[in-house]
């Protein structure tokens, strides 16, 4: 098919735990607590990866990154981030862009965005341009509402790269 374009959605999300720290989109920020997982929980980037193995029809991070695994205990999720655009790269695809969302009554996300998005575009090998970082609250509804953790949506277009043609010299 020519253009072979593929779009994928993830959503992750996580509770606010005291003693950890608190990273989003591979950004430390200051903050009282961090978001509980196995890994550092960096609910943002865990969106993105389902959203890229969404799009490929490669199942979620849970298939290929189990939390009963011991090797990904405490890993930073954007060295899993890395193993997911080394799969994709290998099934010829490449980001075309990523739109993303946190829904977080507490910290302040806005100011950290220029590096969380400088970060993302890096690991994925495409212009900052093409990443879009949106923030929101839970207005004061359920459990976001009142501040128990974090929601990541994100949604990705994947393009099926063109091989090049062989000369026939």
Do not use: C, W
Request: hydrophobic share 45%; aromatic share 4%; no cysteine.
């Amino acid at each position: 098919m020519e253009g072979d374009f593929r779009v994928g959605e993830g959503l992750d999300i996580h509770r606010f735990e005291r003693g950890r720290k608190l990273v989003l989109g591979g950004v430390e920020i200051p903050h009282h607590s961090g978001l509980l997982g196995h890994s550092d929980a960096d609910a943002l980037l865990h969106a993105l990866m389902n959203a890229i193995l969404g799009a490929m029809g490669q199942g979620d991070i849970g298939t290929h990154f189990p939390d009963s695994d011991p090797r990904y205990k405490n890993i930073a999720s954007g060295a899993l981030l890395a193993r997911v655009l080394a799969r994709m790269k290998k099934s010829g695809f490449a980001v075309v862009n990523a739109d993303m969302t946190v829904v977080a009554e507490a910290p302040r996300l806005q100011p950290f965005f220029p590096a969380m998005k400088k970060n993302i575009a890096r690991l994925a090998g495409i212009d900052p341009a093409r990443v879009n970082l949106k923030a929101a609250t839970a207005e004061k509804l359920g459990a976001l509402g009142k501040g128990d953790g974090i929601l990541a949506t994100a949604v990705v277009l994947l393009k099926k790269r063109r091989r090049a043609k062989r000369s026939k010299s």
